[in-house]
């Protein structure tokens, strides 16, 4: 049995299957480890990280801050650690430091945190759902996202490469690096969705909707382009890839190096922006328009679906007990 200990607001995409669970006796609304769900037995502790991982334009490890503090928490227990955004090359640290004492990084799914995505009924998605296969395309691409918003991502801390300057204080790591000595924060600064729109206003071609819009509005508008594209923030995945597969539209990827527990590559686009042939492989992916969508749906349903994240989690769990 285990005590489970998350926010719920954080899981609510799979809550409901695991408080119906007989493996997880007690499910407290409550965050001891930020952005962390934590589930803890005698014999195995497992943690879901819900954080975004790394943009990849920013080509540096993603920091340990949250790992540290899951080993702290698990004592040398094994423990399990599902990692919703996790990339075989930007997540290598965590999943070494994890190996190395006792514990297995395990490729996991994201999933949206909008309350607005929770909040369309069924038949709303069903009436979005019919206007993309019916709706006059409009535009060639849709960038729904706010350009004026700025994405930072923080330095290393002076006292480890392996951490941020925010992850000392955040996870209680004093015990183990010391107090942060650094004096003034640092930041990345994160340009790729303007680069990604740069890119796309240069083609003539092309009949482009960009900008923010309220959630009702963005959803209708996107049924009239012909593909929605996914702008990176902190990390790859967006919310906007969940939002446009539960209704079998077009949503394109910039290439990139992560992935989930139910592999997308195959059923997700991805678009090379820093190729010369970046056009071509973005008017192929429209030529091939109809096949996506119906492989987006299908992911959707079938691997991205409550029912599908749960199972995998489960079926995880108990290959580990």
């Not at 009924?121 to 009436?127: D, T, V, Y």
């Not at 996107?222 to 969940?242: D, H, K, L, W």
């Not at 992916?285 to 992911?299: A, F, G």
Request: proline residues 3%.
């Amino acid at each position: 049995m285990f005590r489970s200990m998350y926010s719920f607001d954080r899981i609510r995409y799979i809550h409901d299957k695991i408080k119906d669970e007989k493996l997880f006796s007690s499910v407290q609304d409550t965050e001891i480890i930020p952005k962390t769900a934590c589930f803890f037995s005698d014999k195995l502790d497992v943690y879901i990280d819900t954080s975004d991982g790394v943009n990849d334009d920013l080509e540096i490890q993603e920091y340990c801050g949250r790992m540290l503090a899951c080993i702290r928490m698990s004592q040398g227990k094994k423990f399990v650690y599902f990692k919703c955004a996790s990339s075989p090359k930007w997540s290598r640290n965590i999943s070494e430091l994890a190996k190395n004492n006792n514990g297995e990084v395990i490729p996991f799914f994201k999933w949206s945190f909008n309350k607005d995505f929770y909040d369309t009924k069924g038949s709303e998605r069903k009436e979005l759902t019919e206007k993309v296969k019916k709706s006059k395309i409009k535009y060639d691409a849709g960038l729904f996202a706010d350009f004026s918003k700025v994405y930072k991502y923080p330095h290393p801390s002076s006292n480890s490469e392996y951490v941020s300057c925010e992850d000392i204080s955040k996870f209680k790591l004093e015990h183990i690096l010391g107090k942060e000595t650094s004096t003034k924060l640092g930041f990345y600064s994160i340009d790729s969705r303007s680069n990604i729109l740069s890119k796309l206003q240069s083609d003539e071609k092309l009949n482009i909707f960009y900008g923010s819009l309220n959630y009702k509005d963005y959803m209708q508008t996107s049924t009239e382009c012909a593909s929605v594209v996914n702008p990176p923030g902190i990390g790859e995945y967006t919310s906007r890839m969940m939002d446009q597969a539960s209704i079998g539209n077009l949503i394109i990827l910039r290439k990139n190096s992560y992935d989930q527990g139910n592999s997308w590559k195959d059923y997700f686009p991805e678009v090379d922006f820093n190729s010369a042939e970046w056009r071509q492989e973005y008017q192929s992916v429209l030529d091939d328009r109809i096949l996506w969508q119906e492989k987006i749906k299908y992911y959707y349903d079938e691997l991205w679906s409550p029912k599908a994240v749960y199972d995998f989690f489960f079926e995880k769990i108990k290959n580990n007990l």
